[in-house]
């Protein structure tokens, strides 16, 4: 309260000094044949605290004190210029483009700077930049555009979303996506397609400003606004067919899994295959089968989508409004997507003082999927049984005899008809509304506000032929109504004098939200229904409620000298209820500067544009764990023969705090004509007091408990080079490159050390020194030549073919170091070729779908890599041993693959008809390929591995994952 | 708007908003933390109901539940049962002793639930020590936490302690003790002295607040009784050695529960001809007849499915269960041979599966799991019955050479196991002076046998031979034999090799103990391993 008092007093004092003389009054326009009128330049008395800013069509009005009087018209991207009034009543001002302040403004979230004047990393990806690939998804949009930023797309499911990590990783167990903030507030949604800009704020020199939210990063996304008077009309239409991406996993058919079937007769201590055994067990005929199962199901899949939106902006109002459909149908039967967005964008310029923002955004998602496990059951059934018996009808593996497949289920079952299927639907809307009061020309108050709602409703199918249960089909069904709201309360503060430009700002802000959810299921559906209220018994119900809240004070101040000195800091605290009252509290500081040597008067170069040196230090944090994890917990929701029953679910923490990162920047931006600009960071970022759901000893009654535990470090530098070799009338060939290399090292755990194991024991080591992720696993050591039994390294270094008897080694981690993306765009007149690539470097893998090792039973059918041999006698050099001796569920480091690859991810032809073709008309069309080809040291899956998995960067052959998908499409884009 | 108005809607909206949103004290709705039990006035209750729920709730997934892990852990190691199709389920290591180790994820999971229902079992007993005044419903709660206590504890220290010694227990190693909820997090394993110490004096307390308190939940036996406690302690003395207590205690356990065997009618699985679990019989309503002590009480809604007991022992013939376990060919060989007459006239026959075939042989399925409420994977688990406490005793009074009140206890069994139908006279089937000079093993053979068939999947069979030094002998077809060669043929009708080498393991190889899991030891370095991992 007692900033708003101090600013009650300097709005005062402000008044008093409004006690002028002269009328002024005039228009600014940009300077040029367009001559297009400026809004809101700042128009100052130089010297005083008199100013105004222009309207919409470009004009001012002023009083001064005197003739004497200079005024200073100053705007975001334009030189700042004084005039001196003299005897004139009318002074119309044509402003020059500051080509040295690179004009662009970038949107920082709370404020908007100019690149300029940025003092911390951050990476704009503009429109032109985002709209090659079509996608409905962000990730996908930035995926190799920007240095430090790493997308990983795990599924080509239909609507599915990628996973980003800026700089590394930092947590263990709290999230790691970035934060996200729409048209200014924190949250929100979108439609890619109505998405003008999109900043990715990579240090704590502007992700401070966000503190405890801030610890994955910030991306900003600003939606579109009308840019000219003119009202405009947009279509975009495309069209795609999509095709299943394997990467490099391939399967054997019948007559090459025949041949290596044979391999499992083959008697362990005559290294003689018995083929009496091998005939007896399996008919020749098998082979004439030949399923090809992925081909049943697997298909192409098609997209559409349409945009259309209209802009234009009056005098008092700037709006926006797009409709948009997004159908797709998957790769694979019966999944499909759609999506209808609509979105309103509206300001209006009530007064000279008062802007009203008034931001609608509306979706609808409807998304299709395999019901349940189906497609691991495809993933592991064999090309020697068929799912149709010979009257070509689908037959129960359960019952019907002679069925190879290690699982007695026919997956085909789920395709029956398309009645058979989970799905998920939900409807979202969130409404902004944002007042900006100018009070006087250097301040203003600005309030925003976004309340959103949203409803989902999931239904869920289990195949009892399928999943092995009884009682038949079992339906889930779960919906969740969510809604919350922010409020963000400003009053921000610009002044430029003389050479001195200042700006700051302080506010409050609050956030609360709210879920509840509630789930049912039965079993047992008549013929041809499907849906919950049929089902005949085994129902259950349950349904849970969670609320948040967190305020927080929020300031920031920036100022700068000759646009040659940047100083900027800013102040957080905030309040969540994540933690105990004593720990509810934290504060995050940052500071950063930057020193624009391109602008010094002693800087002379015609060839260097632009050169800025920057460093930034801050704190973030982070504390999305979910609620209440610091409480002990009895859970109700369980009950015994019908009696209330409580269970304890979870230990108390009452000490559990924030996880704090410290990061440190330093950048140098240097541009070199208008050919190349090349932006360099080193950085170094200490998470402490991560967030751990750590393992205890069992023996306490809890496996896990959440604590704060030890420090990650992660430090790293990050290049973005972009070249444009050719420029001219008709030729245009620009180079965009970016590498990131990123060290990651864990210490403060002290004696502790932490391993985490999936449920099989496959696990990762977090210790002092180690790296996040850091495999840990039985010290393989290849197949004995002598007699094809596996061999490990035991506790002594002695070689031993007792798996119990190995040693647990660290070997290798899944966070890759190296990461980058290369761009390019070559443009001949009208005609636009550009292509996308990413790589990612370093990082190990576990992949048991690799070496497919033989056990004692078909386990699948996954061919081997040319690399892989199998045993067969003494003196075999080979990496699959003698199946007799290779009991199944053995986990060690001999299924460690490197996970290096560089990805082709887009590569796109256009064409613009040229301007005047057809009058005030515009016509884009393109053609593109996304996910274009894989090269890769991961032999059997994508090496993009979801990093949501419980032990990150495992190759699960145990997920039925939805393979990635090829897209080619046809764009059309009309403009009128 | 005059500035002034102005001044004062930002300075009014700031406020509102400070107070809106100043509450961040948010508690979940669905639960409640330890001090709100202790003031709730069902929290005594709740917690100790809790307890039992934890017997079957899942963990991580349908297969990760206690019972489960209670009963394939003992039955799976033992001579009774056949490993007939090879799985990626740890279970495999319950068969192949030698691949166990300490990373096991069912190993893990029944050591942790082991010690989730300790610490709520303490937490309901620290809830009753801070009650001003106790009522007799208190009492009977506190009974039964007791009771779970040494309960847990016990079935702990069957699986990961070798066989109570009672000339050596103090040199033995037990298990971790929990007291109550303030014990340190790391602690060195108490012996296996102090840890049986610690059994008997759970189920004294548990004996003197049942005998101070009183409940309507006595009318349930899903819940402890006192009736329970000193069949426990029959169990408890029986794994000591103690052969006079266990046979004073037996006498306190019949008196209490009525010491009533479950008449062959009643008992016999009556749909036996097509292969079928009955949906009436004894095993499909363990929780209605006078022959449960305590069980474990299941209702639709807690159905595991395929991650059921039955799951694996119960061929459905048609989905719903995996069916890949059955009775293996020594223990129907000890019934008299699969469909031969003296097999049929025992009732205990009728829970053996009509043979279906699997990997080229014959697997023989239990159907005491299934049941109730006509479901094929529900049963509510008869964790004590009085069949128990008299063949308990009878083992007792085998050591102690009392032939006489060993055949008694041993024909109170059977003469409530003869088939109706059958043509066998009762004095027949009873045993007498001649069975037992007949036995290899004499007196305690015919015991031990009888509980063997009694008791079959009852997660008992295993523990009894190796308390009783008798090696595990499993001289049969199975997956259990590591060297078989041809691999899982999962081709019907093709004979895998009968030919191959069964196995016979001593009853001190210290793999039949289970490891200490290896989540415990990376976090407790206080807690030894088993030796042998």
């Known amino acids: 309260m007692k900033k708003y008092l101090l600013m009650i007093f300097l709005l005062m004092s402000a008044s008093f000094a409004m006690n002028a003389q002269i009328q002024v009054k005039g228009v600014v326009t940009e300077s040029g044949d367009d001559g297009q009128p400026l809004v809101g330049v700042s128009v100052i008395e130089q010297g005083t605290l008199n100013g105004v800013t222009t309207n919409l069509d470009g004009t001012y009005s002023i009083e001064v004190k005197d003739a004497e009087a200079i005024l200073v018209f100053s705007s975001i991207g334009f030189k700042t210029m004084e005039v001196a009034v003299g005897d004139r009543s009318v002074i119309d001002v044509a402003m020059d483009v500051d080509e040295q302040l690179l004009d662009q403004a970038v949107v920082m979230g709370y404020s908007t700077k100019t690149k300029g004047e940025i003092t911390s990393a951050v990476t704009v990806v503009d429109e032109t930049k985002l709209k090659d690939v079509v996608t409905n998804d962000l990730g996908v949009m930035l995926q190799g555009k920007v240095a430090g930023v790493s997308v990983i797309n795990s599924s080509g499911a239909p609507g599915a979303e990628s996973s980003i990590r800026i700089r590394g990783t930092s947590s263990m167990n709290a999230p790691q996506e970035p934060l996200y903030v729409v048209d200014g507030i924190i949250g929100g949604e979108f439609d890619p397609n109505d998405v003008e800009s999109v900043t990715v704020l990579k240090d704590a020199g502007s992700t401070g400003m966000y503190g405890a939210q801030a610890n994955g990063g910030v991306i900003v996304v600003t939606t579109k606004r009308a840019k000219t008077g003119d009202m405009r009309f947009n279509f975009k239409a495309g069209f795609s067919v999509t095709t299943p991406d394997f990467s490099r996993q391939q399967y054997m058919d019948a007559p090459q899994l025949y041949q290596y079937y044979r391999e499992y007769f083959r008697d362990p201590d005559t290294y003689l295959i018995d083929d009496l055994a091998f005939n007896n067990a399996i008919s020749r005929d098998v082979i004439n089968v030949n399923t090809d199962w992925r081909d049943m199901i697997f298909r192409a899949g098609t997209i559409q989508n349409y945009h259309f939106s209209l802009m234009g902006n009056t005098e008092k109002h700037n709006y926006y409004s797009s409709v948009s459909y997004f159908d797709e149908s998957g790769i694979i039967k019966h999944s499909g997507f759609q999506r209808l967005n609509v979105r309103s964008n509206n300001t209006f310029k009530l007064t000279k003082w008062l802007t009203l923002t008034s931001n609608l955004n509306m979706t609808g998602r409807f998304r299709k999927t395999v019901p349940g496990n189906v497609l691991y059951y495809f993933d592991q059934a064999v090309p020697f049984d068929s799912p149709y018996d010979e009257n070509g009808e689908l037959k129960h593996f359960g019952t019907a005899t002679d069925i190879y497949s290690r699982y007695k289920n026919n997956p085909m079952l789920a395709f029956v008809n398309e009645g058979v299927q989970s799905n998920s639907r939900s409807f979202s809307l969130s409404y902004d509304f944002v007042v900006d009061v100018q009070i006087t020309p250097w301040m203003s108050f600005v309030s925003q506000n976004r309340i959103s709602a949203s409803t989902w409703k999931e239904h869920y199918h289990r195949i009892d032929n399928i999943e092995t249960m009884e009682g038949g089909d079992l339906v889930e069904d779960s919906q969740s109504f969510n809604y919350g709201g922010i409020s963000t309360n400003m009053l921000k503060f610009n002044h430029d004098w003389q050479k001195n430009s200042f700006s700051a700002l302080v506010g409050y802000e609050a956030q609360r939200d709210h879920s509840e959810d509630l789930a049912g299921s039965g079993q047992g559906l008549p013929w041809g229904l499907y849906v919950l209220d049929v089902t005949s018994k085994s129902w259950t119900a349950s349904g849970i409620t969670e609320t948040s809240g967190m305020q927080s004070f929020i300031s920031q101040a920036s100022y700068n000298w000759d646009q040659r000195y940047f100083v900027s800091a800013s102040f957080r605290i905030d309040q969540s209820s994540t933690f105990n009252a004593a720990n509810r509290t934290a504060m995050f500081p940052s500071v950063s500067g930057a020193w624009m040597i391109s602008n010094e008067p002693w800087f002379k170069s015609n060839t260097i544009s632009n050169l800025k040196l920057k460093a930034s230090w801050g704190k973030t944090g982070m504390k999305d764990i979910g609620a209440s994890k610091f409480l002990d917990i009895y859970a109700y929701n369980v009950s015994y023969d019908g009696t209330t029953a409580a269970v304890p679910v979870q230990m108390a923490n009452p000490d559990l705090k924030w996880e704090q990162t410290t990061q440190f920047n330093v950048g140098v931006e240097l541009g070199v004509t208008d050919r190349l600009s090349l932006d360099l960071n080193y950085y170094r970022n200490k998470t402490n007091d991560l967030l751990v759901n750590r393992d205890l000893a069992p023996s306490v009654g809890f496996a896990t408990q959440w604590q704060n535990l030890g420090a990650v470090l992660n430090t790293g530098f990050e290049a973005a080079l972009s070249v444009t070799p050719v420029k001219t009338k008709d030729w245009m060939w620009g180079v965009d490159f970016s590498i990131a290399y990123n060290y990651n090292e864990l210490s403060g755990f002290g004696d502790t050390r932490i391993t985490k194991s999936t449920y099989e024991g496959i696990s990762q080591v977090y210790r002092d020194g180690a790296k996040l992720y850091t495999w840990y696993l039985k010290e393989y050591a290849g197949i004995n030549p002598e007699n094809g039994r596996a061999q490990y390294v035991d506790a002594n270094g002695e070689l031993t073919e007792d798996y119990n008897e190995a040693r647990f080694v660290e070997a290798g981690s899944a966070l890759a170091p190296w990461e980058g993306g290369v761009s390019t765009r070559v443009s001949w007149k009208n005609l636009t070729l550009s292509a996308t690539g990413n790589y990612v470097w370093g990082n190990w893998l576990y992949g048991r779908k690799r070496a497919s090792s033989l056990t004692t039973f078909v386990g699948n059918s996954f061919l081997p890599s040319n690399e892989d041999k199998i045993w067969r006698h003494p003196g075999d050099e080979a990496t699959i041993g003698l199946p007799s001796a290779s009991p199944a569920m053995l986990y060690h480091t001999g299924y460690l693959v490197k996970g290096n690859y560089f990805k082709i991810r887009d590569i796109t032809l256009s064409y613009t008809l040229p301007e005047g073709t057809i009058p005030n008309c515009g016509l884009t069309v393109s053609l593109s390929c996304n996910n274009v080809a894989t090269f890769t040291t991961v032999w059997g899956a994508d090496p993009e591995v979801s990093r949501s998995d419980d032990v990150v960067g495992r190759i699960s052959d145990l997920d039925g994952r939805y393979p990635n998908k090829r897209v080619y499409s046809l764009q059309l884009n009309f403009t009128f | 708007m005059t500035m002034k108005k102005f001044i004062k809607y930002i300075a009014v909206l700031a406020s509102v908003a400070f107070v809106s949103a100043c509450n961040l004290d948010i508690m979940p709705e669905d639960s409640i933390t330890g001090s709100q039990m202790a003031q709730s006035p069902t929290g005594l209750a709740d917690a100790v109901t809790g307890c039992y729920q934890m017997f079957f709730g899942e963990t991580d997934d349908n297969n990760a539940w206690y019972l489960r892990q209670y009963y394939q852990f003992a039955d799976f190691s033992s001579d009774d049962v056949t490993y007939g199709h090879e799985t990626e389920d740890e279970l495999n290591m319950i068969f192949r002793y030698g691949e166990r180790n300490e990373n096991l994820g069912n190993v893990k999971i029944f050591w942790l639930q082991s010690y989730k229902i300790l610490y709520s079992a303490n937490t309901a007993l620290s809830i009753a020590a801070q009650k001003t005044e106790l009522t007799a419903e208190d009492y009977y709660l506190m009974g039964e936490a007791w009771f779970l206590k040494a309960f847990i504890v016990h079935s702990l220290a069957r699986l990961y302690c070798e066989p109570y010694d009672p000339d050596n227990a103090a040199n033995q190693a037990g298990v971790i003790l929990r007291y109550d909820n303030l014990d340190a997090d ?348």
Request: aromatic share 12%.
């Open chain 2, 186 to 533: 790391n602690k060195a394993r108490a012996t296996l002295k102090e840890t049986y110490s610690y059994i008997l004096d759970c189920l004294k307390n548990a004996e003197d607040n049942f005998k101070q308190g009183s409940s309507s939940r006595s009318a349930n036996k899903g819940f402890a009784s006192l009736a329970a406690v000193y069949a426990m302690y029959t169990r408890v003395y029986l794994y000591m050695s103690d052969w006079d207590k266990c046979i004073e205690y037996a006498g306190y356990a019949l008196t209490e529960s009525g010491g009533e065997v479950i008449s062959a009618a009643e008992f016999m699985n009556t749909n036996n001809n097509n292969g079928e679990y009955n949906d009436n019989g004894y095993f499909a309503e363990t929780y209605s007849y006078p022959e449960t002590i305590w069980c474990c009480k299941f209702t639709a809604q807690d159905d595991q499915e395929t991650g059921s007991i039955a799951s694996m022992i119960y061929n459905s013939n048609g989905g719903g269960t995996w069916g890949e376990e059955g009775y293996s060919t020594d223990l129907l060989e000890l019934m008299g041979g699969y469909g031969t007459a003296a097999f049929n006239d025992d009732v205990r026959s009728t829970f053996v599966q009509a043979p279906y075939p699997k990997n080229g042989l014959y697997l023989y399925g239990c159907t005491k799991f299934s049941g109730q409420g006509g479901d094929m994977t529900v049963n509510s688990p008869a964790l004590l019955r009085v069949s128990e406490v008299y063949l308990n005793r009878a083992e007792a009074y085998a050591h102690k050479d009392m032939q006489t009140e060993a055949l008694a206890d041993v024909n109170e069994i059977r003469g409530n196991r003869l088939n109706p139908s059958s043509t066998t006279s009762l004095d027949d089937f009873k045993y007498d002076a001649a069975d037992v000079a007949a036995n290899e093993n004499g007196l305690l053979g015919v015991v031990l046998d009888e509980k063997r068939i009694e008791f079959a999947f009852e997660a008992m069979r295993f523990f009894d031979l190796r308390r009783n030094h008798m090696d595990i002998v499993r001289q049969y077809w199975g997956f259990h034999t590591n060297t078989y060669v041809n691999g899982g043929v999962d081709v019907e009708n093709t004979l895998p090799d009968l030919n191959a080498d069964g196995i016979t393991t001593a009853w001190d190889y210290n793999r039949l103990t289970l490891p200490i899991p290896a989540q415990e030891r990376s976090n407790n370095p206080l807690c030894d391993q088993n030796p042998g991992y």
